[in-house]
Each structure stands twice: as C-alpha cells, then as structure tokens.
Nanobody, 119 residues
Framework: QVQLVESGGGLVQAGGSLLLSCAASGRTFSSYTMGWFRQAPGKEREFVAS????????IYADSVKGRFTISRDNAKYMVYLQMNSLKPEDTAIYYC????????????WGQGTQVTVSS
C-alpha cells in the first residue's frame, strides 16, 4: 500500500489553470499505476486520468482530454495533474489514487483536494 496526499487545489476563474500534486509514500511507488478521480456535489466519483508505472501510457476522460495532463516523477514519489482551460463543470474534489500492479482496482486513495472554478 501507498499513502497519498494531494495538494494544489483552490479557486480559479474559468479559463484559468491549476496544478494538482500528489505526494506518495511507500517503497514500491514506481510499480503502481496512478490515477486522478473527481467527485462533484451530488454526483458519483468519476475517472479523470491515469498513468502507468513507467509514465509511458496515459488515459484521459473525454471531458478533460486536451486540457488536462497527468505526469509522474518516480524519483520524487510525485504525481501531477496540470489542468488548463478550466470550466465551471470541472468543480469537484479531486482524488489521487494508486493501483497496484496485478490488481484491477485503485486500492489506495488520498483525502482529496477541492477545486472550484468560477464562471
């Protein structure tokens, strides 16, 4: 298991940018696929983006494709989500999650960071 702590959320105007960071602890961090999810008020949690252990393969939800970029630095035990051209509908709590190699579920989650986009 890894422990995850997100940071970087805040209030931003539509069209603006934010960089979310996720600090991980755990000696096998580099073997995990990492992901970002979000949950808006009254809605279910949804997938945003993921990146494989090597960083060589990324997946994005259609709603963020072309605007958000996920990246990782295994040497620093960090995962990032660069969010550009933010829209009010991006308002949500954003969670960092880890999927251990060989498992299908994301088994480790952070506490979340609030992102609010004003119109």
């Amino acid at each position: 298991q890894v422990q995850l702590v997100e940071s970087g959320g805040g209030l931003v105007q539509a069209g603006g940018s934010l960089l979310l960071s996720c600090a991980a602890s755990g000696r096998t961090f580099s073997s995990y696929t990492m992901g970002w999810f979000r949950q808006a008020p009254g809605k279910e949690r949804e997938f945003v983006a993921s990146i494989t252990w090597s960083g060589g393969f990324t997946i994005y939800a259609d709603s963020v494709k072309g605007r958000f970029t996920i990246s990782r630095d295994n040497a620093k035990y960090m995962v990032y989500l660069q969010m550009n051209s933010l829209k009010p509908e991006d308002t949500a709590i954003y969670y960092c999650a880890a999927q251990q190699r060989g498992y299908t579920d994301f088994g480790s989650w952070g506490q979340g960071t609030q992102v609010t986009v004003s119109s």
